[in-house]
């Protein structure tokens, strides 16, 4: 009979670590601006370690990083696409931004029926729901209509006097 309280006990201490969005990410233009991605961890290791994979064509801003709630020392790594960043030391919870530029590739993937997600992972525990968090890419678009061709056109020529 102990050992099913010792049990239930321990079931009830373990946490299930959350990666959610405070914030929906918003659309960005290639080549123009940058956005926010906004996270918020709950229930993560005092010195997690945070993947975030980008889809194609965007790119994190070094040195972006910032916390909104909690703190702790941020040690970025990784690459442009996929960022990484070990903190040491975090208050749980916690939630953070980065900033993120597209490009032209990012305009390629979009005419291509691509769909724009980051994939974050923390400490091992991925989100990647494919309906949660998405956003789009603006672009400029140009569009040049070829004129009608004259047809039957009199043009008149006439001598100017004084």
Same mark, same amino acid.
């Given at each position: +009979?102990?050992?099913?309280?010792? +049990?239930? @006990?321990?079931?009830?201490?373990? !946490?299930?670590?959350?990666?959610?969005?405070?914030? *929906?990410?918003?659309?960005? =233009?290639?080549?123009?601006?940058?956005?926010?991605?906004?996270?918020?961890?709950?229930?993560? =290791?005092?010195?997690?370690?945070?993947?975030?994979?980008?889809?194609?064509?965007?790119?994190?801003?070094?040195? *972006?990083? *910032?916390? &909104?709630? #909690?703190? #702790?020392?941020?040690?970025?790594?990784?690459?442009?696409?996929?960022?990484?960043? /070990?903190? !040491?030391? $975090?208050?749980?919870?916690?939630?953070?931004?980065?900033?993120?530029? $597209?490009?032209?590739?990012?305009? /390629? @993937?979009?005419?291509?029926? #691509?769909?724009? !997600?980051?994939?974050? &992972?923390?400490?091992?525990?991925?989100?990647?729901?494919? @309906?949660?968090?998405?956003?789009?890419? &603006?672009?400029?678009?140009?569009?040049?209509?070829?004129?009608?061709?004259?047809?039957?056109?009199?043009?008149?020529?006439? &001598?100017?006097?004084?």
């Amino acid at each position: +009979m102990s050992l099913f309280f010792i +049990m239930i @006990l321990i079931s009830t201490s373990i !946490k299930s670590q959350t990666i959610s969005y405070p914030v *929906s990410a918003n659309p960005i =233009s290639v080549s123009f601006d940058s956005t926010l991605l906004t996270v918020q961890v709950s229930d993560a =290791s005092a010195n997690p370690a945070i993947t975030i994979t980008l889809p194609g064509g965007v790119y994190y801003i070094p040195g *972006s990083f *910032s916390f &909104k709630s #909690g703190s #702790g020392t941020v040690i970025e790594s990784g690459s442009l696409t996929v960022p990484i960043f /070990t903190i !040491k030391n $975090a208050t749980i919870p916690f939630s953070f931004t980065i900033e993120r530029r $597209a490009d032209c590739a990012a305009r /390629t @993937l979009s005419l291509d029926g #691509g769909t724009f !997600k980051d994939i974050v &992972k923390v400490d091992g525990v991925t989100e990647n729901s494919p @309906l949660l968090n998405t956003y789009s890419i &603006k672009y400029a678009t140009l569009t040049i209509n070829q004129p009608t061709s004259l047809t039957n056109i009199v043009i008149e020529s006439g &001598k100017r006097g004084n």
